[in-house]
């Protein structure tokens, strides 16, 4: 439980901090937004095991939100926030891509039983089960294997292997991978994307020239299928 990593999109300020707390408590990692372009965004270029998202949002509601994760092929979990009478928003929401809805008022209770039943499901986009290169990441157990032989990565290993896989020849800075494999509010040492990026090399036991994951000099790396 402690690898999941959530973003929370909700406008009201009080309800955002109480979940985000709660959730952290929890042994999430916790990301937040307070409008639906910023959503968008972190969507977009972070990987979430969840997406809590409320309908009612400034600048782009929850509805197109959604319909926008899924149209760029995300497969982040979406648990959609509706008024408690809203009908038509949970057919929309659910329409649009979201995999569960939760209505408000509602107890930390049932937001953890949701979150709980929504991980045992397969994801549906994209394939539940990673492969290149020898390498496999199953993304429902958490196992990674090279070459046929398990591999015990950390969690922070594991999540930056996983943004390697799915952005095949895209050129990652060292910014993008610290905020998008850690916690966006947590600082880190530039180093310690150099650390790590070393670390999950050795693991994965490539020779330095066979290793998919390369340096590109100047600018970060690259992860060659």
């Not at 952290?24 to 968008?40: F, H, I, K, P, R």
Request: hydrophobic fraction near 35%.
């Amino acid at each position: 439980m402690s690898y999941m990593k959530i973003l929370i999109v909700e406008d009201d300020n009080k309800m955002r901090n109480v979940l985000k707390r709660s959730l952290a408590d929890s042994g999430y990692l916790v990301d937040t937004a307070d409008n639906g372009a910023t959503a968008l965004e972190f969507a977009l270029t972070n990987i979430y095991d969840l997406i809590i998202l409320d309908i009612g949002l400034p600048e782009i509601n929850g509805i197109e939100v959604c319909r926008k994760i899924r149209a760029n092929s995300v497969s982040s979990f979406i648990l959609m926030l509706t008024g408690r009478n809203e009908l038509n928003d949970k057919i929309s929401g659910l329409d649009a891509g979201a995999d569960d809805y939760l209505c408000k008022p509602f107890e930390y209770a049932e937001l953890e039983a949701r979150i709980r039943a929504l991980c045992r499901r397969e994801p549906s986009i994209s394939p539940r089960v990673t492969e290149s290169n020898g390498i496999t990441v199953n993304r429902t157990t958490r196992e990674v294997t090279v070459n046929n032989r398990n591999i015990e990565l950390t969690a922070t290993e594991y999540r930056l292997l996983e943004y390697f896989m799915q952005n095949p020849n895209r050129v990652l800075t060292n910014c993008m991978l610290e905020e998008k494999i850690w916690d966006t509010e947590t600082s880190h040492e530039y180093d310690a994307v150099k650390v790590y990026v070393s670390r999950l090399r050795h693991k994965l036991g490539f020779e330095a020239n066979d290793c998919p994951i390369q340096n590109i000099y100047g600018e970060g790396y690259k992860f060659t299928p």
